[in-house]
């Protein structure tokens, strides 16, 4: 019985390990990420001859993309080796997606994208992790807005 205990407490210190190893490479590679992007934008405000915007463009779409997997590689990771159980509770999708969008919209705004959001009346209520649906709402705004080459959330 003692045996399994340790082993257990093993286990659990070996995820934590992992956790703390995984946030780390993450901010170990989204710092310079950002750096890049930060210059990038600072590049695409120049003056600049056709195939300089050109392979700027190509870079963008690059990082944004490197910027996307790293997100996605986290939140992976982390699910993976997350060993709290889900918090399952009542939760109105409606709500959510539009907490979710709220967040985004300033974005779409500041780039001159005027949003037609128009959100159901009926509200659909589920049982589910309200924070991994966030999450997954999250990443698919990501997706978006690595699409319509938005480099930030905060601006």
């Known amino acids: ?11 659990n210190h070996g995820n934590q390990e992992l956790k703390v190893a995984v946030t780390n490479i993450f901010h170990d590679l989204r710092t310079p990420l950002t750096a890049i992007c930060g210059y990038l934008d600072l590049l695409e405000q120049e003056e600049s001859g056709d195939n300089v915007k050109k392979y700027l463009d190509v870079i963008r779409e690059r990082t944004d993309t490197m910027r996307s997997l790293t997100e996605e590689l986290f939140s992976c990771s982390l699910l993976a080796i997350q060993d709290e159980k889900l918090h399952i509770e009542q939760i109105c999708i409606n709500d959510t997606l539009e907490q979710s969008i709220a967040g985004f919209y300033g974005v779409l ?33 990501m997706q978006f807005a690595t699409k319509l080459n938005i480099s930030s959330w905060n601006e």
Do not use: Y
Request: proline share 2%; aromatic share 2%; glycine share 0%.
């Open 1 to 11: 019985m003692w045996e399994l205990r340790r082993e257990q407490l093993n286990l």
């Open 109 to 141: 705004i500041n780039k001159r994208i005027l949003p037609d959001i128009q959100m159901s009346e009926i509200r659909v209520m589920r049982q589910l992790d309200k924070e991994a649906v966030r999450r997954s709402l999250q990443n698919i705004l």
